[in-house]
């Protein structure tokens, strides 16, 4: 069984920083592609970043292009969304998601392709 916990969020005024982290428990981490996704109130998910499993490869979409940075730890069982250039239109609950892959260098850019989904945390960017 995989497990997602995510952790970092908060309130922030806009032009500052967050870091999220997401802990995922359960065997082979390293064989897992990872990606975060957000979803504003009123709003379907969408897709913000995702890494490889071997974390060759990333994929952003392109409003955070610049900003935010998805990284991984392959030791630590972690997957870090560095988040700068904070703006309003970021504050969303941002879910951490995982699925398995024998792909090294794939980035997994659909909610459908995902397996595994933590609980979400609470980003909000204030003006």
């Known amino acids: 069984q995989v497990q997602l916990v995510e952790s970092g969020g908060g309130l922030v005024q806009a032009g500052g920083s967050l870091r999220l982290s997401c802990v995922v428990s359960?065997?082979?981490?390293?064989?897992?592609?990872m990606g975060w996704f957000r979803q504003a109130p009123g709003k379907e998910r969408e897709f913000v970043a995702a890494i490889s499993w071997s974390g060759k490869n990333t994929a952003s979409t392109d409003s955070v292009k610049g900003r935010f940075t998805i990284s991984r730890d392959n030791i630590k069982n972690t997957v870090q969304l560095q988040m700068n250039s904070l703006k309003p239109g970021d504050t969303a609950v941002y879910y951490c998601a995982a699925v398995r892959s024998v792909f090294g260098r794939v980035v997994y850019t659909g909610a459908k392709d995902y397996d595994y989904w933590g609980q979400g945390t609470q980003v909000t960017v204030s003006s």
């Open positions: 359960g065997r082979d981490f390293s064989s897992y592609a």
